[in-house]
């Protein structure tokens, strides 16, 4: 195997197990302890063969901040579905629905 690199997160929970804080840290990417208010992050298990989740925000994320993020989201899972299938027919369907997600949520994407 060659050079292996490290990614960590850092999640401070309040009483009841609700993040508070979460902080991470790529050295290689020249990221240090940054805050974050939210993450999604999908592991592909091949032998099970299902998405394993982690899902995280803190509680005091406003809503409008949310949206875009949700937003952003699917924006670059349809940019990563083209880049790793080159299906451009369904990345399309994948970026509509982007558009109608950013129309109803009233999300400016200028």
């Known amino acids: ?30 990221v240090n302890e940054e805050e974050a208010q939210a993450l999604l992050m999908s592991l592909w298990d091949g032998k099970n063969q299902e998405t394993l989740r982690m899902d995280l ?21 349809s940019q990563t579905f083209l880049r790793a299938t ?10 509509d629905f982007c558009d109608y997600f950013a129309e109803k949520l009233k999300i400016d994407r200028s």
């Open 1 to 30: 195997m060659g050079k292996q690199t490290n990614i960590s997160i850092e999640v401070a929970l309040d009483e009841n197990k609700i993040p508070e804080k979460i902080v991470w840290s790529a050295p290689d990417g020249g």
């Open 57 to 77: 925000w803190v509680k005091d994320m406003p809503i409008d901040q949310m949206n875009v993020f949700f937003h952003q989201s699917l924006v670059t899972m």
């Open 86 to 95: 080159q299906d451009e027919k369904m990345a399309a369907t994948m970026n």
